[in-house]
């Protein structure tokens, strides 16, 4: 184990930062991660305006807060501290939060989110901010101007690729930066493989330790590739929202074939006793075969929900496969089950 910043010397060798030492080696797997994005206009020297990692160290919780950023990462935190006590108000440039996600499953987030925050401004973007005595001044467009106690950026993350000396290398970037790798994680230096955040979306821990797995077992011999079907996606917000697959809107841009089945969790038992009826359990199916070609779910435990949906697209499920398998009673995951049932128009539960 060796601490410290190191650098490519070249396809087998690393240079460690303060050291004369160097380190040889015959593979390497680079897995250096992200940072999030500041633009430019919101790029001011202020410890009132922070990133998620600032976010995450408070020590108190601030009266007003503006949230720059209605993706999954401010949407978390923003409810996070709208929970705890802040007026958080979110600022988003697109006509709807959490933009690309499935719309049906957003529009129950809303309803939530907009009873925790303080006010939620859609079509809107930060023109400038200027940090004062008494807080940052920022100013949107439309035209406004607030002042808030703290500023949280969080319009996205872009990969740590900088000063690793990959121009040493073969190693290549695409126009966004990412390292390009082969479906084994590979890139264009034989042995050097690149994993996570830095080779590309989406960009989330489970696939990064996916990834991680297969580059290893590559090293020891293996033929295996990554080639996922679904990787899952969860904005861990209340309730949560979760989906794998394609959505909705997805399928309609690409011009695939597809129909759609929803189960509100108005008409689940377990939904009722919790109550927590505001859900909803959505399919996105081939027609013709049947076969699950995207799940979303919103709602409490979404998160843990969203893997059968995964499994089911996977192994290429069907609707039926789905609503022949039997669940508990009453749970949650029979929602899944009952979306199937929808397709087919013999839910029980559903006039």
Same mark, same amino acid.
């Given at each position: 184990?060796?601490?410290?910043?190191?650098?490519?010397?070249?396809?087998?060798?690393?240079?460690?930062?303060?050291?004369?030492?160097?380190?040889?080696?015959?593979?390497?797997?680079?897995?250096?991660?992200?940072?999030?994005?500041?633009?430019?206009?919101?790029?001011?020297?202020?410890?009132?305006?922070?990133?998620?990692?600032?976010?995450?160290?408070?020590?108190?919780?601030?009266?007003? @807060? +503006?949230?720059?950023?209605?993706?999954?990462?401010?949407?978390?935190?923003?409810?996070?501290?709208?929970?705890?006590?802040?007026?958080?108000?979110?600022?988003?440039?697109?006509?709807?939060?959490?933009?690309?996600?499935?719309?049906?499953?957003?529009?129950?987030?809303?309803?939530?989110?907009?009873?925790?925050?303080?006010?939620?401004?859609?079509?809107?973007?930060?023109?400038?901010?200027?940090?004062? @005595?008494?807080?940052?001044?920022?100013?949107?467009?439309?035209?406004?101007?607030?002042?808030?106690?703290?500023?949280?950026?969080?319009?996205?993350?872009?990969?740590?690729?900088?000063?690793?000396?990959?121009?040493?290398?073969?190693?290549? @970037?695409?126009?966004?930066?990412?390292?390009?790798?082969?479906?084994?994680?590979?890139?264009?230096?034989?042995?050097?493989?690149?994993?996570?955040?830095?080779?590309?979306?989406?960009?989330?821990?489970?696939?990064?330790?996916?990834?991680?797995?297969?580059?290893?077992?590559?090293?020891?011999?293996?033929?295996?590739?990554?080639?996922?079907?679904?990787?899952?996606?969860?904005?861990?917000?209340?309730?949560?929202?979760?989906?794998?697959?394609?959505?909705?809107?997805?399928?309609?841009?690409?011009?695939?074939?597809?129909?759609?089945?929803?189960?509100?969790?108005?008409?689940?038992?377990?939904?009722?006793? +919790?109550?927590?009826?505001?859900?909803?359990?959505? @399919?996105? +199916?081939?027609?013709?075969?049947?076969?699950?070609?995207?799940?979303?779910?919103?709602?409490?435990?979404?998160?843990?929900?969203?893997?059968?949906?995964?499994?089911?697209?996977?192994?290429?499920?069907?609707?039926?496969?789905?609503?022949?398998?039997?669940?508990?009673?009453?749970?949650?995951?029979?929602?899944?089950?009952?979306?199937?049932?929808?397709?087919?128009?013999?839910?029980?539960?559903?006039?």
């Amino acid at each position: 184990h060796i601490q410290g910043t190191a650098k490519l010397v070249d396809a087998n060798t690393l240079s460690i930062e303060g050291s004369e030492e160097t380190v040889r080696f015959k593979h390497a797997i680079l897995a250096t991660g992200s940072r999030p994005v500041v633009p430019g206009p919101l790029a001011i020297d202020s410890e009132n305006v922070m990133t998620s990692k600032e976010a995450l160290n408070l020590e108190n919780i601030p009266e007003t @807060l +503006l949230v720059v950023g209605g993706g999954y990462i401010g949407l978390e935190l923003g409810t996070v501290y709208g929970s705890l006590g802040s007026k958080v108000t979110v600022v988003e440039m697109q006509d709807g939060l959490l933009p690309g996600a499935d719309r049906d499953l957003v529009k129950v987030l809303s309803k939530n989110v907009n009873n925790i925050m303080h006010e939620v401004l859609l079509n809107t973007r930060v023109v400038e901010m200027v940090d004062t @005595l008494r807080g940052v001044k920022v100013t949107l467009d439309p035209a406004r101007e607030e002042t808030f106690e703290k500023v949280l950026i969080s319009v996205g993350r872009r990969p740590n690729t900088e000063n690793l000396g990959l121009e040493n290398t073969k190693v290549q @970037l695409d126009k966004l930066g990412f390292v390009v790798t082969d479906k084994q994680g590979r890139t264009d230096e034989p042995n050097i493989f690149a994993i996570g955040d830095i080779s590309g979306q989406p960009m989330l821990a489970h696939r990064a330790t996916h990834q991680g797995r297969l580059a290893a077992e590559v090293i020891h011999g293996s033929k295996a590739v990554f080639e996922p079907h679904a990787i899952p996606a969860v904005v861990f917000t209340d309730p949560e929202l979760a989906w794998a697959g394609i959505t909705e809107n997805e399928a309609k841009e690409q011009g695939i074939p597809h129909k759609v089945a929803r189960f509100p969790w108005a008409a689940s038992g377990r939904s009722l006793t +919790l109550g927590r009826t505001d859900g909803l359990t959505k @399919l996105v +199916l081939d027609p013709e075969t049947e076969r699950i070609l995207g799940v979303g779910i919103v709602g409490p435990g979404a998160g843990e929900l969203i893997a059968e949906g995964t499994l089911a697209i996977e192994m290429a499920a069907t609707a039926e496969d789905l609503s022949l398998t039997i669940h508990a009673h009453p749970t949650l995951s029979e929602t899944v089950m009952e979306t199937a049932d929808v397709f087919f128009g013999t839910s029980t539960h559903l006039a």
